[in-house]
Protein backbone atom coordinates (compact mmCIF):
# COMPACT_ATOMS: atom_id res chain seq x y z
CA UNK A 1 0.00 0.00 0.00
CA UNK A 2 1.26 3.53 -0.80
CA UNK A 3 1.30 5.94 1.45
CA UNK A 4 0.39 9.38 0.67
CA UNK A 5 2.53 12.07 1.68
CA UNK A 6 1.73 15.82 2.32
CA UNK A 7 2.28 18.43 0.26
CA UNK A 8 5.74 19.73 1.19
CA UNK A 9 5.30 23.38 2.63
CA UNK A 10 7.91 25.57 1.49
CA UNK A 11 8.52 28.98 2.69
CA UNK A 12 6.51 32.04 1.13
CA UNK A 13 9.25 34.43 -0.78
CA UNK A 14 7.05 36.27 -2.89
CA UNK A 15 5.14 39.52 -1.80
CA UNK A 16 1.81 39.48 -0.81
CA UNK A 17 0.07 41.52 -3.48
CA UNK A 18 -3.29 41.28 -1.89
CA UNK A 19 -3.65 44.13 0.43
CA UNK A 20 -2.93 46.08 -2.21
CA UNK A 21 -4.92 45.18 -4.72
CA UNK A 22 -7.58 45.44 -2.24
CA UNK A 23 -7.17 48.77 -1.52
CA UNK A 24 -6.96 49.81 -5.32
CA UNK A 25 -9.69 48.10 -5.51
CA UNK A 26 -11.61 50.60 -2.85
CA UNK A 27 -10.22 53.95 -4.32
CA UNK A 28 -11.45 52.36 -7.63
CA UNK A 29 -14.83 52.02 -6.22
CA UNK A 30 -14.69 54.93 -4.36
CA UNK A 31 -13.73 56.84 -6.99
CA UNK A 32 -16.18 55.90 -9.57
CA UNK A 33 -19.05 57.19 -6.96
CA UNK A 34 -17.78 60.09 -6.20
CA UNK A 35 -16.95 61.16 -9.27
CA UNK A 36 -20.36 62.72 -10.14
CA UNK A 37 -20.41 64.73 -7.37
CA UNK A 38 -17.43 66.27 -7.88
CA UNK A 39 -17.64 67.67 -10.91
CA UNK A 40 -17.38 71.24 -9.73
CA UNK A 41 -14.08 73.36 -11.19
CA UNK A 42 -11.36 73.56 -8.94
CA UNK A 43 -11.08 77.21 -7.87
CA UNK A 44 -11.25 78.80 -4.94
CA UNK A 45 -15.11 79.20 -3.69
CA UNK A 46 -16.11 79.86 0.29
CA UNK A 47 -19.46 79.07 0.33
CA UNK A 48 -22.17 81.01 2.18
CA UNK A 49 -22.93 78.76 5.07
CA UNK A 50 -27.16 78.20 5.88
CA UNK A 51 -28.95 75.15 7.69
CA UNK A 52 -31.33 74.84 4.73
CA UNK A 53 -31.10 71.41 3.14
CA UNK A 54 -32.39 71.40 -0.36
CA UNK A 55 -31.72 70.01 -4.09
CA UNK A 56 -29.16 67.41 -2.67
CA UNK A 57 -27.95 64.63 -4.01
CA UNK A 58 -29.77 66.11 -7.18
CA UNK A 59 -27.76 65.64 -10.58
CA UNK A 60 -27.24 69.14 -11.86
CA UNK A 61 -25.30 71.42 -13.73
CA UNK A 62 -23.30 73.68 -11.88
CA UNK A 63 -22.25 77.01 -12.53
CA UNK A 64 -18.60 78.27 -10.28
CA UNK A 65 -17.87 81.82 -9.61
CA UNK A 66 -14.84 81.90 -7.83
CA UNK A 67 -13.40 84.73 -4.99
CA UNK A 68 -11.35 85.65 -8.09
CA UNK A 69 -14.12 86.52 -10.35
CA UNK A 70 -13.51 83.50 -12.30
CA UNK A 71 -16.49 81.60 -14.01
CA UNK A 72 -17.15 78.09 -14.54
CA UNK A 73 -19.99 76.00 -15.37
CA UNK A 74 -19.12 71.92 -14.47
CA UNK A 75 -15.97 71.06 -13.83
CA UNK A 76 -14.80 73.59 -17.45
CA UNK A 77 -13.88 77.43 -16.52
CA UNK A 78 -15.28 79.38 -19.32
CA UNK A 79 -15.11 83.36 -20.24
CA UNK A 80 -17.93 85.03 -18.36
CA UNK A 81 -19.34 86.25 -21.80
CA UNK A 82 -19.57 82.83 -22.91
CA UNK A 83 -21.29 81.49 -20.52
CA UNK A 84 -24.66 81.40 -21.39
CA UNK A 85 -24.00 79.57 -24.75
CA UNK A 86 -21.84 77.00 -22.97
CA UNK A 87 -24.90 76.36 -20.55
CA UNK A 88 -27.38 76.47 -23.33
CA UNK A 89 -25.43 73.73 -24.41
CA UNK A 90 -25.25 71.47 -21.69
CA UNK A 91 -28.76 72.14 -21.21
CA UNK A 92 -29.61 71.05 -24.97
CA UNK A 93 -28.01 67.20 -24.08
CA UNK A 94 -30.75 64.62 -23.76
CA UNK A 95 -31.62 64.04 -19.99
CA UNK A 96 -30.96 67.73 -19.35
CA UNK A 97 -33.95 69.40 -20.12
CA UNK A 98 -35.09 69.56 -16.63
CA UNK A 99 -31.55 69.41 -15.02
CA UNK A 100 -31.32 71.40 -11.66
CA UNK A 101 -29.07 74.41 -12.23
CA UNK A 102 -26.43 75.43 -9.03
CA UNK A 103 -25.24 78.63 -8.60
CA UNK A 104 -21.99 78.08 -6.43
CA UNK A 105 -21.12 81.53 -5.51
CA UNK A 106 -18.44 83.08 -3.21
CA UNK A 107 -19.90 84.32 0.03
CA UNK A 108 -18.07 87.51 -0.77
CA UNK A 109 -18.85 88.06 -4.01
CA UNK A 110 -20.93 90.94 -4.77
CA UNK A 111 -24.84 89.82 -5.36
CA UNK A 112 -25.21 91.77 -8.80
CA UNK A 113 -23.05 89.07 -9.49
CA UNK A 114 -25.09 86.42 -9.01
CA UNK A 115 -28.09 88.08 -10.03
CA UNK A 116 -26.62 88.13 -13.26
CA UNK A 117 -25.62 84.50 -13.17
CA UNK A 118 -29.50 83.42 -12.32
CA UNK A 119 -30.72 85.71 -15.45
CA UNK A 120 -27.63 83.79 -17.94
CA UNK A 121 -28.62 80.82 -16.46
CA UNK A 122 -32.45 81.59 -17.21
CA UNK A 123 -31.82 82.79 -20.49
CA UNK A 124 -29.68 79.55 -21.54
CA UNK A 125 -33.34 77.34 -20.57
CA UNK A 126 -32.60 76.24 -17.05
CA UNK A 127 -35.96 75.17 -15.63
CA UNK A 128 -35.01 74.84 -12.19
CA UNK A 129 -32.47 77.20 -10.25
CA UNK A 130 -30.67 76.32 -6.68
CA UNK A 131 -28.13 78.27 -5.07
CA UNK A 132 -25.15 76.49 -3.37
CA UNK A 133 -24.50 76.50 0.72
CA UNK A 134 -22.33 74.78 3.15
CA UNK A 135 -24.35 73.04 5.69
CA UNK A 136 -23.92 74.75 8.62
CA UNK A 137 -23.16 72.07 11.25
CA UNK A 138 -24.23 73.98 14.67
CA UNK A 139 -26.90 73.93 16.38
CA UNK A 140 -29.23 76.60 16.06
CA UNK B 1 16.87 6.48 7.24
CA UNK B 2 14.80 8.82 9.66
CA UNK B 3 11.10 9.35 9.22
CA UNK B 4 10.34 12.91 7.84
CA UNK B 5 7.42 13.86 10.01
CA UNK B 6 5.13 17.01 8.29
CA UNK B 7 4.29 19.24 11.39
CA UNK B 8 1.41 21.16 10.99
CA UNK B 9 -0.16 21.70 14.22
CA UNK B 10 0.67 24.05 17.23
CA UNK B 11 3.19 26.73 15.58
CA UNK B 12 0.86 26.77 12.16
CA UNK B 13 -0.93 30.25 11.18
CA UNK B 14 -4.58 29.53 12.44
CA UNK B 15 -5.58 33.37 13.25
CA UNK B 16 -7.24 34.99 10.05
CA UNK B 17 -5.20 37.50 8.44
CA UNK B 18 -6.86 41.24 9.50
CA UNK B 19 -4.57 42.89 7.71
CA UNK B 20 -6.01 43.96 4.05
CA UNK B 21 -9.41 44.77 6.08
CA UNK B 22 -7.37 47.11 8.02
CA UNK B 23 -5.98 48.54 4.88
CA UNK B 24 -9.36 49.05 3.08
CA UNK B 25 -10.78 50.59 6.29
CA UNK B 26 -8.12 53.03 6.84
CA UNK B 27 -8.35 53.91 3.28
CA UNK B 28 -11.78 54.27 3.70
CA UNK B 29 -11.53 56.54 6.83
CA UNK B 30 -8.88 58.63 5.31
CA UNK B 31 -10.95 59.30 1.80
CA UNK B 32 -13.95 60.27 4.26
CA UNK B 33 -11.99 62.53 5.86
CA UNK B 34 -11.20 64.37 2.38
CA UNK B 35 -14.48 63.74 1.10
CA UNK B 36 -17.11 64.99 3.46
CA UNK B 37 -16.27 68.50 3.10
CA UNK B 38 -16.59 68.34 -0.60
CA UNK B 39 -19.91 66.64 -0.14
CA UNK B 40 -21.53 68.38 2.60
CA UNK B 41 -22.51 71.37 -0.02
CA UNK B 42 -26.45 71.73 -0.35
CA UNK B 43 -28.68 74.24 -1.51
CA UNK B 44 -31.60 76.69 -1.22
CA UNK B 45 -33.79 76.21 -4.41
CA UNK B 46 -34.72 80.13 -6.10
CA UNK B 47 -37.37 80.60 -8.26
CA UNK B 48 -38.24 84.02 -10.55
CA UNK B 49 -41.20 85.78 -8.83
CA UNK B 50 -43.89 86.23 -11.41
CA UNK B 51 -44.72 90.07 -12.85
CA UNK B 52 -48.21 90.47 -13.09
CA UNK B 53 -51.70 88.81 -14.86
CA UNK B 54 -54.92 88.48 -13.03
CA UNK B 55 -53.68 85.84 -11.00
CA UNK B 56 -50.43 87.43 -10.01
CA UNK B 57 -52.12 90.49 -8.22
CA UNK B 58 -53.90 87.52 -5.85
CA UNK B 59 -50.07 86.10 -5.39
CA UNK B 60 -48.59 89.43 -4.99
CA UNK B 61 -51.59 90.42 -2.14
CA UNK B 62 -50.45 86.71 -0.34
CA UNK B 63 -46.48 86.93 -1.13
CA UNK B 64 -44.02 88.35 1.41
CA UNK B 65 -41.83 90.50 0.02
CA UNK B 66 -38.28 91.23 1.72
CA UNK B 67 -35.78 93.56 0.47
CA UNK B 68 -32.16 93.59 1.48
CA UNK B 69 -31.01 97.31 1.14
CA UNK B 70 -27.28 98.41 0.80
CA UNK B 71 -27.08 99.40 4.38
CA UNK B 72 -27.58 96.08 5.33
CA UNK B 73 -31.17 96.94 6.95
CA UNK B 74 -34.26 94.75 5.35
CA UNK B 75 -37.80 95.82 4.42
CA UNK B 76 -40.27 93.50 5.09
CA UNK B 77 -43.58 93.89 3.69
CA UNK B 78 -42.33 97.69 3.18
CA UNK B 79 -41.61 98.24 6.74
CA UNK B 80 -38.58 98.52 8.01
CA UNK B 81 -36.23 95.70 9.91
CA UNK B 82 -32.79 95.59 11.39
CA UNK B 83 -30.98 92.98 10.06
CA UNK B 84 -31.39 90.97 13.46
CA UNK B 85 -35.15 91.38 13.75
CA UNK B 86 -35.40 89.27 10.36
CA UNK B 87 -36.85 86.05 12.32
CA UNK B 88 -39.13 87.92 14.51
CA UNK B 89 -40.66 90.03 11.46
CA UNK B 90 -41.00 86.81 9.55
CA UNK B 91 -42.41 84.76 12.16
CA UNK B 92 -46.29 86.28 12.31
CA UNK B 93 -46.48 86.92 8.44
CA UNK B 94 -45.59 83.43 7.89
CA UNK B 95 -47.93 82.09 9.91
CA UNK B 96 -50.76 83.75 9.06
CA UNK B 97 -49.66 83.33 4.60
CA UNK B 98 -51.59 80.44 3.12
CA UNK B 99 -48.69 80.11 0.05
CA UNK B 100 -45.70 81.29 2.59
CA UNK B 101 -44.15 82.21 -0.66
CA UNK B 102 -41.37 85.02 -0.14
CA UNK B 103 -39.79 87.24 -2.61
CA UNK B 104 -36.25 88.52 -1.83
CA UNK B 105 -35.10 91.73 -3.90
CA UNK B 106 -31.72 92.36 -2.96
CA UNK B 107 -28.87 95.20 -4.06
CA UNK B 108 -26.50 94.70 -6.30
CA UNK B 109 -23.39 95.81 -3.67
CA UNK B 110 -24.56 93.39 -0.98
CA UNK B 111 -22.58 90.45 -0.41
CA UNK B 112 -23.87 87.19 -1.31
CA UNK B 113 -23.06 85.66 2.03
CA UNK B 114 -25.63 88.40 3.28
CA UNK B 115 -28.29 87.39 1.12
CA UNK B 116 -28.06 83.56 1.06
CA UNK B 117 -27.88 84.43 5.18
CA UNK B 118 -31.72 86.18 4.53
CA UNK B 119 -33.32 82.95 2.38
CA UNK B 120 -31.81 80.73 5.15
CA UNK B 121 -33.53 82.53 7.39
CA UNK B 122 -36.69 82.78 5.89
CA UNK B 123 -36.87 79.05 4.85
CA UNK B 124 -36.26 78.44 8.85
CA UNK B 125 -38.92 80.44 9.78
CA UNK B 126 -41.21 78.16 7.80
CA UNK B 127 -41.35 80.03 4.01
CA UNK B 128 -42.42 77.30 1.03
CA UNK B 129 -41.33 79.10 -2.24
CA UNK B 130 -38.62 81.58 -2.28
CA UNK B 131 -38.18 83.73 -5.48
CA UNK B 132 -35.85 86.62 -6.28
CA UNK B 133 -36.39 89.31 -8.31
CA UNK B 134 -34.14 90.98 -10.89
CA UNK B 135 -33.22 94.59 -11.56
Do not use: W
Amino acid sequence: MRRRHAPRQEPITRINVTPIIDVALVLVIILLVTAPMLSVADLPVDLPAAHTREAESQRNVSITLSSGGHVAVDEEVVERASLRAELAERLRKPGNENVLVVVRADAGAPYGAVRELLADARAAGAKRLAIATRQKTETR
Amino acid sequence: MGRKRFHTGGNGITDPNLTPLIDVCLVLVVILLVATPMTLQSGIAVSRAGKGGKSGVEARASRIEITIRDDQNLTVNRTLVPRSGLRAALRPLLASSQTRDVVVQCADGVSHGTFVSVLDEAKVEGAGRIAVIGR
